[in-house]
């Protein structure tokens, strides 16, 4: 009996912040872990690999930012100047299809809703579907983040079957002697780890995620850390947000296949993806 008093006046107390008026601006840092990807192609000299592995690890190291207000928000990359370099020796050009990081995300918490301006070589798309339930377990783990008290959550993501397939192709060329420029590990179950606070009472995050009690600060996706620098609450001038316009209209089904088909044409043989060095 208690335990549902303290459950009704918990909802109670989030349904009532909601009713106010709640606005800001979030400033999150993203950094990836390389340590399980490996390139193993013979056609590479150990400076190019390194070359790539680098450039790969930079390109994950980016500043989001995230505009909010109670029931929408926009999450996109931080705009920077590119720092000028000399040109010297060889270049390198490299691309990531459909990265989860890409373009301007919108979501609507009312229409439970989002839309997400995303790119596959240059050809723009943009994609218009349902938020996906998340299913988060609650912990009672905490620390503190800033000046905020925030709890631990988790989410499973189970194997997909897409994976599995594309683990058993790789298995079966490796058997019969063929190259592949990248290793594949044997894909498992993977947990997302969130730290959300109740001091801001929104259900929203980086990226994709949301449905937690209050604002995500801290996310561990995978090899990914997602980690807020700065909130800004109720800012002097307004939180205007602008839905994403740009591109074919499709759904998330429909571009990933697209996706998909694009990846196929850029498979040699062997199954490996062909990267073209400039």
Not at 36 to 57: A, V
Request: proline share 4%.
């Amino acid at each position: 009996m208690k335990t549902s008093i303290c459950t009704a006046l918990f909802f109670f107390f989030i349904v009532n912040n909601w009713a106010q008026s709640l606005e800001g601006v979030v400033y999150y840092t993203s950094k990836t872990q390389l340590k399980d990807f490996n390139i193993t192609s013979n056609d590479l000299t150990p400076e190019m690999k390194g070359q790539m592995m680098e450039k790969m690890k930079k390109a994950f190291e980016k500043t989001f930012v995230l505009n909010f207000t109670n029931f929408e928000s926009l999450y996109q990359e931080e705009e920077k100047l590119d720092t000028p370099t000399p040109n010297s020796g060889s270049k390198m050009k490299m691309a990531f299809i459909g990265s989860s990081t890409s373009g301007k995300l919108y979501k609507n918490f009312k229409d439970k809703q989002y839309i997400k301006e995303d790119d596959i070589f240059g050809k723009e798309f943009l994609i218009t579907d349902s938020l996906r339930k998340m299913n988060w377990k609650l912990t009672q783990e905490q620390k503190k983040i800033g000046n905020y008290i925030c709890y631990k959550a988790q989410l499973i993501i189970p194997v997909s079957n897409e994976e599995i397939k594309q683990y058993q192709e790789f298995k079966k060329k490796k058997e019969a002697g063929k190259t592949t420029l990248f290793e594949i590990k044997e894909p498992k179950d993977e947990v997302v780890e969130a730290w959300y606070t109740l001091e801001i009472p929104i259900p929203n995050g980086p990226g994709k995620y949301w449905g937690l009690p209050g604002l995500i600060l801290e996310l561990h996706e995978f090899n990914t850390i997602f980690l807020c620098t700065k909130i800004v609450l109720n800012p002097k001038d307004k939180i205007e947000i602008k839905t994403p316009r740009n591109g074919k209209n499709v759904s998330q089904k429909e571009f990933d296949a697209i996706q998909e088909k694009k990846l196929k044409s850029m498979t040699n043989e062997n199954g490996a993806i062909e990267i073209r060095i400039n």
